[in-house]
């Protein structure tokens, strides 16, 4: 099995619903989202899955989120459950899709991968 992977990025707000922590304040990340397909490179392309093709269903949805307040889409907007989110919402145009990985800074993040 071989694993492609596509990253994205988008700046966001968002803050945690939980009194008195310090990020229930609302506040804003440069997140980076990595997209990981697994599979067999098909015998014509030698992709798992072409990046344009990643790119027109990813975008779409970077764009609804970028420079937005993401509680409006994802009511407990932790990093676990924006990649529990995006996993939801992406494997149904990419049944392949492995693992996403999403990250708030560069030392804190959440993974969800298919078990």
Known sequence: MIIAFKEFKFCAAHNLLIEGHPCSVIHGHNYKLRIEVEGEPDKETGMIMDFDDM???VNPIINKFDHNYLNNFI????????AFWFFQTLIKDIPNLYR?????????GAIWQRS
């Open 55 to 57: 790119k027109k269903i």
């Open 75 to 82: 009511d407990i907007s932790t990093s676990e459950n924006i």
């Open 100 to 108: 996403i990985e999403i990250r708030e800074t560069d030392t804190c």
